[in-house]
């Protein structure tokens, strides 16, 4: 036990040092060092250091889809890593696990996408999509369709033309100056959306963006027929549709991917996250077949865009072994079931809390508001979820919390491998702790 709290100190130390923690209190580090000091994960489960074992109810970053400690993917890593841990993808070279794995999500995807450019991530993936959409238009003679379309409360990503997309304030506020060109609307509004493109000109505008189910903002759901009509309002004007399906796609959503609740086909679609269940950096970038052969008809020279790890062989082994994964253990499937349960636990734990408000639930990503006032949502002058989500960790479930400007609100997305008696447990724990910080109000 000494040395094991010798190396905790150890760590603690040497964290607050070296290791500068992406999105997270500089302060709060420097104060207290890192919240936990993960050691291994199986199934649903991590555990620190110290051998305190939590259920993950984030799935660390809304991407460990297949659980952690699958032993597969581990294998399939080491034989590609054996056989040819990196080549090239610029100037046409190529390797067989991304040549598969491309064609693979062309086989899985709704509709005619089609053609796919390799990431390490989602931000990558929104840079990407910015990019070709008006190198798009510029090759089709209107080089004026530059600007880009998302919404508030969205959520893109942290590079400099995802955070300008990114409709969170916060995120915004970091940057002394974001990108020219990005436009927000109201969430989840057709008739806003329409009232935007009057106001800027359907002749300058290159594409609207949209998380089928925004995540980072607060699990915000649309309501039906809103991208129906979203679909038809881009044809009508000539607008591209992007749907950021990073934390929605590979099943996260009770399908394989959230626009198929929809039934629409977006002209691009941005993955990352479940691609690989966050066993290896991974994003893309899919293409409907028309955008594909423009590209193809209309380019000279070369796309003057990629990254050193686009196309990464190790990682598209990773990849593909994952999807197997999600397909033959029909976790889409289960991520309804065990959803459908959750969200039923969370409407009876309603009823017994005098401080649960809105629920929202899809599959095996979903919400809970805090507020002082269930009848008119009232919130607390205090945010209360980080206080709920603290006491929640002490006692062995891991959630997050969204408390941009009014919003106070509990978020998840276990691992989509839950089980019954894991999802009776998570929301046991929920209750304990919101029971807890309840009686301290």
Known sequence: MIKQDALTKELAEMDKRHFIHPTSS?????????????????GVHVTDINGETYIEGMASLWNVNVGYGRKELA?????QLETLAFSSSFATFSNEPAIRLAAKIASITPGDLHAVFFTSGGSESNDTAYKLVRHYWKLKGQPHKTKIISQEKAYHGVAIGSTSATGIQDFQQMATSLAPGFLHTEPFSAEALRKTIEQEGADTIAAFIAEPVQGAGGVNIPPDGYFQEVREICNEHNILLIADEVITGFGRTGKLFACEHWGITPDMMLLAKGISSGYIPLGAVVLREHLHRDLIRYSEGTLLHGFT?????????????NIEIIENEQLADNSKRMGDLLLQELTALQTETNILGDIRVLGLIGAVDIVKNKETSEGFPQKI??????????????LRTVTFGDADTIVFSPPLVINEEEVHRMVAILKESILAVQSTL
């Open 26 to 42: 500089i302060q709060e580090q420097q104060a207290n060092g890192p919240a936990i000091i993960f050691k291994e994960g199986k």
């Open 75 to 79: 294998e399939a890593a080491k034989k």
């Open 309 to 321: 790890y686009s196309g990464h062989p190790t990682a598209c082994t990773v990849a593909l072994k």
């Open 385 to 398: 979820s980080p206080v709920i989500i603290a006491e929640a960790r002490r006692r062995g479930l891991i």
